[in-house]
């Protein structure tokens, strides 16, 4: 009976600190969101039930795509390489940081529906977190100036933060979280690493030798495979932006005018 209550207890704790990240990852992009608006470098378009239909749309296909893992000769098998990033980065380019976000939670949730959980649930949260990480500052930078030389930066510095926070992220939290969530020492998934590259012997190694290069490979990949297709999909992303833009000047001009008279 202790240990049932020590593990809903863990389990809780577990859920209680998704809850908060997720919450402080919304937070950070909405206010993102908001400053880059009032500097007018970002307007936002489309109707609200148009972003709510394409960020439906851009996450069942990420949640398709990550289904397709790959694995990676040089990292245990719980490290798989998956595109599923590519529909969220090109939601965020369209619609901004908010909906990059909202993209990658509901991508988690409908493959959680799909497949559900081989990693107690560790595994997906590290895929939203981790994800966020790569497209939020991505976003936040394209959206700064729209470009293609924007779009190229954005994706380069979101690489390199998804390799730094990733790595760190793995090794502080993730790695000893899914050990506990497993019930075996940290020494166990260590061994994993060491089955693949005999140069992994701590936990320190694993993150060297598999996390880095995995976030790094995953990162390039990605940006290349977006840079390649968003521009191809833009037009049909932004069809109507022109004529609802058009449809805001003429009630603001209509205001002004009510407004002089």
């Known amino acids: 009976m202790t240990n049932l209550m020590q593990s809903v207890k863990d389990n809780l704790a577990f859920l209680g600190v998704c809850l908060v990240i ?6 950070v992009a909405g206010l993102t969101e ?20 394409l960020v439906g749309v851009f996450s069942a296909i990420a949640a398709v795509l990550m289904l397709f893992e790959l694995p990676l000769w040089f990292a245990p098998s719980f490290y798989e390489l998956d595109f599923s990033e590519i529909p969220v ?15 990658e939670l509901c991508k988690v949730l409908l493959k959680l529906v799909l497949k559900g959980t081989t990693t107690a649930f560790v595994g997906d949260f590290a895929n939203f977190v981790v994800g966020c990480s790569f497209v939020l500052p991505a976003s936040i ?8 030389k924007s779009a190229l930066v954005g994706m380069a510095v979101g690489t ?3 390799t730094v926070f990733g790595s760190a992220f793995n090794a502080i939290y993730l790695l000893p979280k899914f050990a506990e969530m497993f019930g075996m020492p940290l020494d166990a998934i260590v061994g994993m690493g060491t089955q693949v ?20 490979l995953k990162g390039v990949i ?6 390649l297709l968003y521009k191809r999909i833009s037009p ?9 833009l058009k449809r805001r000047e003429k009630r603001a001009s209509a205001a002004d005018s009510s407004a002089k008279s």
Request: proline share 5%; charged share 15%.
């Open 141 to 148: 930078v394209y959206h700064a100036k729209p470009g293609k």
């Open 89 to 103: 980065l090109i939601c965020a380019f369209a619609m901004g940081p908010v909906a990059g976000v909202a993209t």
């Open 236 to 244: 049909i992303l932004h069809k109507n932006d022109e004529k609802m």
């Open 160 to 162: 390199l933060i998804m």
């Open 22 to 27: 997720v919450v402080a990852i919304f937070v």
């Open 34 to 53: 908001k400053a880059l608006r009032q500097k007018n470098s970002m307007a936002r378009t489309n109707s609200p039930a148009r972003r709510v239909a």
């Open 222 to 227: 990605v940006s290349a495979l977006t840079f």
């Open 197 to 216: 590259n005999a140069a992994i012997n701590s936990v320190s190694t694993l993150v060297l030798f598999a996390v880095v290069p995995f976030n790094l």
